[in-house]
Nanobody
Framework: QVHLVESGGGLVQVGGSLRLSCAAS????????MAWYRQAPGKQREWVAS???????TISDSVKGRFTISRDNAKNTVYLQMNRLKPEDTAVYYC?????????WGQGTQVTVSS
């Protein structure tokens, strides 16, 4: 079993920055890929960014150039650095861990970008 806890969300003005964290615990050695997703009100959950065990990253075109995903293996934590935030970035951001045992999700953290 894997337990994921997101943090770092909040209210920020347009153009501002936030760094989200996703702390993993439990059977983390089984995880191959960590990813961030987001879900805006009335919309489907969408993929934002992923990072593999070799720290190879992929970023959605919608946030490329503004968001960066990284990991600190010593802290079992994955980060999402979000810069130049826009109102359309407002959403609940979720962390997902993929392992051979299945997929695990955190509870989400709210990001609100005010104009």
């Amino acid at each position: 079993q894997v337990h994921l806890v997101e943090s770092g969300g909040g209210l920020v003005q347009v153009g501002g920055s936030l760094r989200l964290s996703c702390a993993a615990s439990g059977s983390i050695f089984t995880i191959s890929t960590m990813a961030w997703y987001r879900q805006a009100p009335g919309k489907q959950r969408e993929w934002v960014a992923s990072i593999g065990s070799a720290s190879i990253t992929t970023i959605s075109d919608s946030v490329k150039g503004r968001f960066t995903i990284s990991r600190d293996n010593a802290k079992n934590t994955v980060y999402l650095q979000m810069n130049r935030l826009k109102p359309e970035d407002t959403a609940v951001y979720y962390c997902r861990g993929t392992s051979y045992m299945g997929d695990y999700w955190g509870q989400g953290t709210q990001v609100t970008v005010s104009s």
